[in-house]
Nanobody
Framework: QVQLVESGGGLVLPGGSLRLSCAAS????????MGWYRQAPGKQREFVAN???????EYAESMKGRFTISRDNTKNTMYLQMNSLTVEDTAVYYC?????????WGQGTQVTVSS
């Protein structure tokens, strides 16, 4: 059974940084395509970034240059480094693992950017 557990969210000032973690069990992050999404209050869940089994990645346009997705195969954990945060980045952030038959989701971690 796949389990994804996000952590690392919190309150940060505009311009600050946070690193989110997604600890996985039941899959290997090194061989599974995975991604990050976010959902702000009153808005639909939106794509943030993907990382693929070969190591390449892709980002939503507004996150390019500010966010970096990565993984540590030894810890079976995926990360999202977020820099230059703005109030518009406030949302619940979810990690996802894409398998041939289903996508698994974590429970989410709240990120609040506020002065």
């Amino acid at each position: 059974q796949v389990q994804l557990v996000e952590s690392g969210g919190g309150l940060v000032l505009p311009g600050g940084s946070l690193r989110l973690s997604c600890a996985a069990s039941g899959i290997s992050v090194g061989t599974t395509a995975m991604g990050w999404y976010r959902q702000a209050p009153g808005k639909q869940r939106e794509f943030v970034a993907n990382i693929f089994s070969g190591g390449n990645s892709e980002y939503a346009e507004s996150m390019k240059g500010r966010f970096t997705i990565s993984r540590d195969n030894t810890k079976n954990t995926m990360y999202l480094q977020m820099n230059s945060l703005t109030v518009e980045d406030t949302a619940v952030y979810y990690c996802a693992a894409y398998r041939y038959d289903a996508t698994s989701w974590g429970q989410g971690t709240q990120v609040t950017v506020s002065s």
